[in-house]
């Protein structure tokens, strides 16, 4: 059946994939959709025709081509997508504390910015794959095959603690100032920024305020803007505005009114699920 299938996560990724699901819309056209900038690197697998990529700024930004199979790290910008014909993929959302257990993967190399898998991972291992996807007849013998293959990747190296306890508490409270947090972990501000900027990239403070984005939109959703601001650490609405209008190019209500974030949600949906439709986003609306 057409449409996006939420799969469970093996145990033995479980701290390092946070979700995973199928996509399959064959009859996609020349659809748009929208990545709202996220704390969380994405994996894609797209075993049909690739989507056209834009990132690097609210207005467009400029065309990327890594091709179907592609990571993008940690962005603090929309990237906007536009469907080249049937749509069909696995995409995994990895956590940013973990990811670093995956060969070869430095976040700090993908911040705002996607790259190739073949790039990143053994291009004979990704071409088995692309094989095994092609070949598969469901979602779940496709996300099992990409399950596995993630598994070969896993190395020993551990995540480095401090950066990775950092991660958490930004996206546990991203309203947290750096220096509490560093004083929390009992370590220096400078040295904190330092190891943080050396694994993801961009500094603390950049990284919670994707993540308060986030934590916007999901607010918003519930209690509207104007305690969602409040809630979020925000000095008031008009802060927040603004901070929608730099990072995603437009005010939070024009968004909801130009994107499905503004449909009406199952109120049964998982944290996992209601994260990845507050995320990715089809833009088949009006903004006036």
């Known amino acids: 059946m057409p449409g996006y299938t939420f799969h469970c996560v093996r145990p033995e990724l479980a701290g ?9 819309f064959p009859d996609a056209g020349a659809a748009r959709s929208m990545v709202l900038p996220v704390v969380t690197p994405i994996l894609c697998f797209h075993y049909r025709s690739a989507p056209l990529l834009r990132m690097g700024g609210p207005d467009g930004g400029r065309l990327v081509d890594p091709g179907g199979y592609r990571m993008t790290g940690v962005c603090s910008a929309a990237a906007r997508i536009q469907a080249n014909g049937a749509v069909g993929g696995v995409m995994v959302r990895l956590r940013p504390e973990g990811a670093a257990r995956l060969r070869d993967v430095s976040l700090h190399e993908f911040a705002e910015c996607a790259h190739g898998l073949r790039e990143v ?3 004979g291992a990704v071409s088995r794959l692309d094989e095994q996807l092609l070949e ?16 070969d990747q896993l190395t020993e190296r551990e995540p480095d603690p401090l950066v990775a306890a950092a991660a958490r508490a930004l996206r546990g409270d991203p309203r947290v100032p750096v220096r509490d947090l560093a004083r929390r972990l009992d370590v220096g501000e400078r040295h904190l920024l330092r190891r943080f900027r050396a694994a993801f990239g961009m500094s603390p403070k950049r990284f919670a305020r994707i993540a308060r984005l986030g934590a916007a939109i999901r607010a918003g959703r519930r209690h509207g803007w104007a305690d969602a601001a409040a809630a979020c650490g925000f000095s008031d609405q008009a802060h927040m505005v603004n901070e929608f209008s730099v990072m995603v190019g437009m005010a939070p209500d024009a968004l909801f009114r130009a994107t499905s974030l503004g ?10 699920e209601s994260d990845f439709f507050n995320t990715f986003v089809a833009e088949t609306f009006t903004s006036a």
């Open 263 to 272: 449909l009406p949600r199952a109120p049964d949906l998982s944290r996992s």
């Open 121 to 123: 991972f053994s291009p």
């Open 16 to 24: 390092v994939v946070e979700a995973i699901w199928h996509a399959d």
């Open 136 to 151: 598969s007849e469901s979602p779940a013998t496709r996300v099992r095959a990409v399950q596995r293959f993630l598994l």
